[in-house]
């Protein structure tokens, strides 16, 4: 497996608190991805980064930050956080585009907005 | 934008059956193409992708899956389900034309393989 690991595993939170989920990787890849998984809607991308400081928005980015200040960590931040905010968080890299690149996941982070 | 649509929601499977799940995409360009597995409580794992060449390709386990150009179809076959199957299945796209690599996956077909 890939190496990415991802914090905290499960995280339980009030509404209206910030949140930061951090994905750190050993792979050295430039492409770093940020997923929710929901029953019914498979993987929907939140915010993506091809390189340390570049960063883009995902098709579900509102209410979601991102930070890369280092190649081998990719942060994400819920900035007020919303019961709809709950659901899986999985960190998703890619070695490079183009060609066949296929993506590697982390383990996910749950995460319970009450 | 591209799109993926997984024409199969929930299948159910008596061991040795065969499987086919449907996976259809939408864009007008050139793809990539991957299938993903997630066992109960882990993560995606790749099954198989295609990218050029034979359109028929092999992945781990058993499985297959064919890209059909003119149909924008890339369905995942195998022709005898175990138990251990059982699992969510996800087909994904990224448009060989941009430069982020950013994927699109389908809903999620889940199968589950009775003993």
């Known amino acids: 497996d890939a190496g990415i690991t991802q914090s905290p595993r499960h995280k339980v939170t009030e509404t209206g608190t910030p949140v930061t989920l951090r994905c750190h990787q050993t792979?050295?890849?430039?492409?770093m991805y940020w997923y929710r998984q929901d029953p019914g809607h498979g993987l929907r991308l939140i915010h993506y980064?091809?390189?340390?400081?570049?960063?883009d928005k995902g098709e579900v980015s509102d209410g979601y930050s991102v930070s890369r200040s280092k190649t081998e960590d990719f942060l994400l931040t819920l900035e007020s956080a919303t019961s709809s905010q709950t659901s899986v968080y999985f960190c998703?890299?890619?070695?490079?585009?183009?060609?066949?690149?296929?993506?590697?996941f982390g383990n996910g982070t749950r995460l319970t907005v009450t | 934008a591209q799109s993926v649509s997984q024409h199969n929601h929930h299948v159910i499977l008596s061991e040795a059956a065969s499987l086919e799940l449907g996976c259809n995409y939408s864009y007008g360009g050139t793809v990539n193409l991957f299938w993903y597995v997630q066992y109960p409580g882990q993560h995606l794992q790749l099954l198989l992708k295609y990218f050029s060449g034979d359109p028929l390709v092999k992945g781990i386990k058993g499985f297959e899956a064919e890209f059909i150009k003119s149909k924008f179809s890339f369905n995942l076959r195998k022709p005898s389900v175990q138990w251990s199957d059982t699992a969510e299945y996800f087909c994904?796209?990224?448009?060989?034309?941009?430069?982020?690599?950013?994927?699109?996956f389908g809903d999620g077909t889940t199968l589950t393989v009775k003993p």
């Open positions: 994904a796209v990224n448009a060989r034309d941009t430069n982020a690599g950013k994927s699109t």
């Open positions: 980064s091809y390189g340390v400081k570049d960063t």
């Open positions: 792979e050295n890849h430039r492409y």
């Open positions: 998703a890299i890619s070695e490079r585009t183009g060609i066949g690149s296929p993506l590697h």
